[in-house]
Every structure is written in C-alpha cells, then in structure tokens.
C-alpha cells in the first residue's frame, strides 16, 4: 500500500506554491491590460523572490488587492479566484470583456511530486498565461486605452459569475496542473460581442469629471470589491504607501535535485518577512493614466469630457473615437477608431465589416474633432471653474445636455457660443454623440466650408499699421470663438513691430484663396484647356530636341 | 515510489499551418518559434554539491507584429531571438528564390543526446516535433492587404491557443539531468536561458509538389562536437 498522505512539509510547499501562483496570475493579467509593451530581463543567477523561475514583477496595489480579495484563503473546490476586466469609457458605460477563473476541481494527483513537478508545472502554466492574454480581444483594446475608456480590473473570490459577458462568450483553457490535493484550472472567458447592445446592459453613472473617479451603482454580484484601472500607479501621486516587493514579499530559493524522486531536497527560506500596514482601500481610485493624462490634468481643468471628442490630450495625433453608428444593418454596431490609422474600421469582433461607414460624414466627425484640437492647443489655464464644475453636474440622461454642456464649458481663454447646428436625435443610447449626422454638420464645419473672407481690406495692411492692437480681437465677423487674451512665450521680435500673439489674432481669419472659390477656378481651368492645343502644337515642333534629350538620360 | 515510467521513444509531432502575405512571414514565424520556445526554455541550471541544482530567472517581453495584427510574448533573450531570426530568414529567402508557388515548411525539432561509444556517433533523439506549413499569398490591392493583416493576425491566435493546449498535456519532457548529462538535455551555449535541445530546418515545395529538402544544421555549435 503506498502512503498517499501528503507529508505536512509537502503540505505546507503545496499551499504556499498555490498561493503564490494565484498572485503572480494576478499580476501577469492586470500587467497585460495596462496598455503597455512589457519586459522583464532574465538573469542567470537566481535572485530569490522569482517565484517559478519567472521574472514577474510585481505591482504593489495589485499583490495587495489580490490579498484581500483572497482574505487569507486559497482556491478550493467552489472558491475560485477571478479576475474581471471591463472597460469604461469617458462617459460612464462600462461593459464586462473577460473573466479569468483560477479554479480547483476534485480530481487529486496522489502520486505527483509537489516540490519538483507540481512547481515547474505551475512555471509552465504561467509561460501559457503570458501567452494567452495577448490573444483575447481585450489586449488589443487595452493597448489603446487611455483616451476614450480605460481597462479595470477586479478581483473577487468564490463563485464563478459569467453573465455579464454577454451572449455567445467564448472561452479559452490556459492550462491545468494536477496536484494531490486537486487539479489547478486556468481559463478565461471572453465576450465576443463588442457591439453595445441596449442601455439596459451597463450601468449609466454621473459622467467622469476633472479626474476619474468610479464608484458603482448596483453591481450584481453579491461580493462588493471595488474596480481599479488597470495603469494605476501607485505611489505617483496617491498618499497610500504600499511596501516595497522587497520588504513584503516571501522570498522563494528552490534547489532541486537530480538525484532519485525520494531524495529530493527542496528548501525554501523566507526572508523576513513584513505584514503590510493595512491601508484602507477605498471605492474612490485616482488613476494617473501617465504622462499624456496628467498632462492633461495641469493643462486644464476638465480632463474627461473634451477627450470624449479627443480634446485636451497633449499627444493626440489622430482623433480617437467611439463611435456607436446607427447603422442600419447593425444597429449599435462598435466601431473603433484606431489612433495610429487614419481611418475608421470596425472593431475586428464585429460580425459584418460596413464599409460604408467611413464615409463623409465620419470623415467630417474627424475633421471637426481635428478642429477643436487644434483650437484647443491655444488654451492656457482656465481660471473658470464655475462653469466647469457647472457643467461636469450636468445629467447625463440626456445627451443633448451632455454635448451642450461641453460647448459651453470655458476652457482657457475661448468664449464659446454653443453650437447649436450640431443637432443630433435625442437618442438614449451611449456614443449618442458620435451618431453619425446628416450632412448638415459638414455644412456647417468651418473646416470644409470656410466662412467668406470679410470685406475689410487686407488685414496685413491693417495690423501693419495699427498700434495697441493687443487685447482687441480685429474683424472676426464669423466668430464661434473670441481669443481674449493670447500671451504666447518667447514671442517678441525686434525685426517687426508686431508680436506672436498680435500676428496671431490678425491673421487668424485670412481671405479664401481665390483659386478655392468655384468661379475663379473654374475660370482658371477653362483657360488651361483652351491654351492646351497651343501647347501640343509648339511641343510637337521641338519634338526632336526633346528626343535627343532624353536619349542622353538613358 | 513507483520506478520512473521509460520515457516514449515515439516522437509527438504537431503540425500548424497558416497562410500569410509574403512580408508577414518573417514575423508570423517568429511568433510561432518564439512562443514555443517560451514554453520549451528554463532558467539556466546552476549546480551545486549533492547534485542539487537551482534555477535562474527567465524574463519575457512583448513583441509588436508591423505587418500583421499581433503581439506575442518572447522570452527575453537577445541570443535566442538571434539565431530564430537567422533561420526565418534564410526560410524566408528559400521561399522568395525558389519560384515555387510559395509554398514551405519550417521545423522545429526538440531532441536529447544519446551517448555512444566510439566510434559511434551520439545519437539525436528527437522527442518532439512542430512543423509549420507555410502558404505564401499575394495580394492586389491595399484593402486585401488591410483585411489581411487582421485575418493573419486572428489565425496566429488560434495557432497560439493552439500551442497551448499542446503543451498543457504534460506528456514526456526529458528527465532532469545531472550535471555530467546537462548538454545532452539542454543547449546550455546561451547566457540567460537555457531552451532544450532544438534543431530548426525548412523545405520548400516546388511547383511540381515535390519537396526539395534543405536541412539547416542547427545554429549552435554542439552539432559538430562529438
């Protein structure tokens, strides 16, 4: 009869394997959503807090969050861990993307060498964890994240919960470890659907103002613990102060042995280890998305809502959007704006590709999203935050309010007139915003129409001439926005007696070209076609000279 | 305990295929060799008396695709990404010169040394086997061209899955070796990881359909040393 107990020293290696997988899980899932490229160098010589010979890091908040979560328990039959990744975006919509189950089933490997096999096994399957979350949906949202809708994570412990993933969710085992006290499953489920079906599946929250603050509203499953963003950083701006790895940490020395299975040696030494100070972890989490957002932060006041049009970012490149289309075919159909392409396609989830989506209208959106970045680079600090704090207690029930309540906002030295030609149906679906607008919007874009060049002389001439000029803003019949005060730096010239910010204001509004208006270049076309007879004729006669030339070329 | 089961003389083969544009065959290689690789590599081996051993760390890191929409996850090993990038390109340009319909196949190959006596040879046992069959496509225009980019990069995500699940079996690995025995296991050549035992060769099949075999000798020096 073979002695099936575990020795308790096998026991006790067991536990602590299992615990310290379920963290380094946790940190190789919420690590892949931060939206980053990550990288860990290998060293040859064991430096004795990588547990599974893996170089994981370890983000403080996440080992810590984790460890409530678990509340000193670990994975058993019927208490799973789970990692849940959503997305929220600027508005307040959140949508459920994957569920990562750490589980354990009944069925025990007696006979299994826990210090040796059960270990490299569980190396083994975290190798396969890396791999598999760069190859769900969620990594390639997760790596553009940051200006439309963040990626949080949540932890909770005990019963499996998949209904928020939406209909027809697929999943994907990672791996399975045999151990004797049960078998270790890791998998992960995964919506497929990223359209955003009705408003009744996500819940509507105040929209996100200055900085991002989430707090929920009736989440439905019975455990309570709070969402977090995946690019937290703590320790950049938050008081908390989460031990260093160093100091927390259990540190692991593994030795193995080669020689035969009953002798093996396994040695595992703790170095002193510290129990965190408790600190109490609150629903309210200030993310700080890194430098693009805390850019944003200092540069003015309202963070969240103008990125809902792409304004307000330091490195907006290419305008990202969400767009929910009213497509006919497919109503709430999710398309995705990718920030390094310079056109719209739909999210790769997506059953049908409508092509007819990137089309004038959209381009328009762009155009119009362009416009306000640009404008919006010329703001300095508002001092107005009446008007801000006005706005961000705007509701949210209407999006009609919603898009009032960001033309009106002041931010830095604009004074807006809403725009009233943006209309749009009263729709209560999210991204009612970005539904796609009949022509009227390309009408009115200055962009693609440009107003008529007022009948004032040359406003060269003019600024030439005036003196005192600053602070008045010249001939601006067409005005949407006012520049008050424009002070740029290092603006002064001594060649001409005019300033950067006087330049500015006197040629912010130059004549249309002339070759753009129709009758002139129609005009100038028509000549060209008639001079073009004229032309061949005198070709045709020097016909030899340019022969000769171009055998010379060859 | 019970004696150690003989290890299986049969070699376990997978094979995958894709079917990519021609400037994304470098990189879709590279994502299947690595990610293998990834799971087929241990710290290096450091011995100590009493034939116990530790364990050094293996680091990994993201690689983005530019031709195609995927991001793998590589060991971090700038040796090993070597000598895979050398292979995939010679593949590559075996593809690209044979005026085959661009059709091909690349092998990675997971053996242990078998020591005999002189004046025979050691052995190359090979304990398990992964053949990717490659389809070179090409395309008219830009927008196929974007399509497939995306198709490529859903079709890799399965070949990962795929490998996964493969590897999650937990059928034969070699024994851990004794330090005397460590090379016949391991190619212990690099200096941060220590991948098992590997041989990467590709052949590419004419338009007539037969193959025309080019072995490629292994990268490492251990292949000459008897």
Redesign the interface.
């Known amino acids: 009869a073979?002695d099936t107990d575990l020795s308790s020293q096998d026991r006790k290696d067991l536990d602590k394997f299992i615990k310290f997988f379920a963290l380094k899980t946790v940190q190789v899932i919420v690590q892949a959503r931060l939206g980053e490229?990550?990288?860990?160098?290998?060293?040859?010589?064991?430096?004795g807090s990588?547990w599974f010979?893996?170089?994981i890091k370890d983000i403080p908040e996440v080992t810590h969050e984790a460890k409530k979560a678990l509340a000193g328990q670990l994975p058993a039959v019927g208490r799973s861990m789970c990692v849940e990744i959503s997305l929220k975006t600027s508005e307040g919509d959140s949508m459920e993307l994957e569920i990562w189950c750490l589980e354990m089933n009944e069925k025990c490997d007696k006979?299994i060498k826990v210090s040796y096999t059960v270990y490299n096994?569980l190396s083994?399957?975290l190798?396969?964890l890396?791999?598999?979350t760069?190859?769900?949906p969620a990594?390639?949202l997760s790596?553009k994240q940051g200006h439309e809708y963040v990626i949080l994570y949540r932890i909770y412990f005990g019963e499996v919960q998949l209904s928020g993933l939406g209909e027809g969710f697929q999943t994907?085992?990672?791996?399975?470890v045999g151990t004797p006290v049960g078998t270790i499953t890791l998998s992960c489920a995964y919506r497929i659907n990223l359209a955003f079906m009705s408003t009744r599946q996500f819940e509507r929250t105040p929209p996100i103002m200055g900085i991002i603050i989430d707090h929920f509203v009736d989440r439905p499953y019975p455990s309570s613990s709070p969402m977090h963003p995946c690019n937290y950083r703590a320790g950049e701006d938050s008081g908390a102060a989460y031990p260093s790895v160093e100091d927390s940490q259990e540190v692991c020395?593994?030795?193995?042995?080669?020689?035969p299975?009953?002798q093996c040696?396994f040695t595992v030494t703790k170095a002193h280890f510290q129990t965190p100070p408790p600190v109490v972890t609150d629903t309210l989490k200030v993310p700080v998305m890194g430098l693009a957002f805390s850019h944003q932060l200092s540069s003015s006041r309202l963070s969240y809502q103008p990125a809902a049009l792409g304004v307000g970012s330091a490195d907006m490149g290419y305008p990202v959007l969400f767009a929910g289309g009213l497509n006919a075919a497919h109503p709430h159909q999710v398309l995705v704006w990718y920030k390094d392409r310079d056109f719209c396609?739909p999210s790769?989830n997506t059953r049908s590709k409508p092509r007819r989506m990137r089309s004038l209208v959209t381009q328009a959106i762009c155009l119009y999203c362009l416009c306000c970045v640009s404008l919006s680079l010329f703001s300095s600090p508002s001092e107005d935050t009446e008007t801000v704090s006005n706005s961000s207690e705007g509701k949210c029930g209407s999006p009609h309010d919603v898009l009032e309540t960001i033309f009106i906002r002041k931010v830095g030295a604009f004074v807006n007139k809403p725009i009233n030609q943006v209309t749009m149906a009263n729709l209560d679906i999210p991204f009612a915003m970005f539904a796609p607008k009949n022509v009227e919007l390309e009408d009115n874009d200055p962009m693609v129409n440009p107003p008529d060049s007022p009948e004032t002389e040359s406003p060269l001439q003019g600024s030439l001439h005036s003196e005192g000029s600053s602070g008045s803003s010249t001939g601006n019949t067409h005005d949407d926005f006012v520049m008050i005060d424009f002070k740029p730096a290092f603006s002064k010239d001594d060649i001409l007696p005019m300033d950067l910010g006087t330049f500015y204001r006197e040629f912010q509004n130059p004549p249309q070209l002339s070759s753009l208006s129709i009758e002139i270049g129609a005009q100038s076309m028509a000549e060209d076609l008639d001079s073009l007879p004229e032309k061949l004729a005198v070709h045709e006669k020097n016909v030899k000279e340019f022969d000769a030339f171009v055998e010379t070329l060859q | 305990g019970p004696p150690r089961p003989a290890p299986a003389m049969n070699c376990r083969a997978e094979v995958l295929e894709v079917s990519v544009e021609g400037r994304q065959v470098e990189e879709a290689m590279l994502a299947v060799l690595h990610t293998i690789l990834l799971h087929r590599s241990t710290g290096k081996f450091h011995y100590k008396k009493e034939g116990t051993y530790s364990i050094g760390t293996v680091g990994t890191q993201d690689v983005d695709c530019d031709f195609i929409d995927f991001a793998y996850v590589r060991v971090s090993s700038e040796e090993l990404d070597r000598a895979l990038r050398k292979a995939v390109g010679e593949f590559k340009d075996a593809l690209r010169n044979s005026g085959s319909d661009g059709m091909g196949q690349i092998s990675l190959e997971f053996y242990q040394k078998k020591k005999s006596r002189w004046p025979f040879s050691d052995e190359c046992i090979p304990w398990e086997l992964w053949t990717i069959k490659v389809n070179v496509v090409n395309l008219a225009n830009e927008q196929e061209r974007q399509i497939c980019r995306e198709k490529v990069g859903e079709k890799l995500c399965e070949k990962i899955i795929n490998i996964v699940e493969v590897m999650n079996r937990h059928e034969y690995l070699p024994k851990m070796p004794t330090q005397s025995e460590v090379d016949n296991v391991f190619d212990t050549s690099l200096k941060d990881v220590q991948p098992y035992l590997y041989k990467i060769s590709y052949q590419i099949t004419d338009s007539l359909g037969t193959s025309v075999t080019t072995t490629m000798r292994r990268l490492i020096k251990d292949t000459l040393a008897l």
Do not use: Q
């Open positions: 073979m490229k990550i990288c860990t160098r290998s060293s040859s010589s064991p430096t990588d010979n893996l170089a006979e096994r083994l399957l190798k396969s890396l791999a598999i760069r190859v769900t990594y390639r790596r994907v085992r990672v791996g399975t020395t593994t030795s193995f042995s080669t020689s299975p009953s040696v396609c790769s």
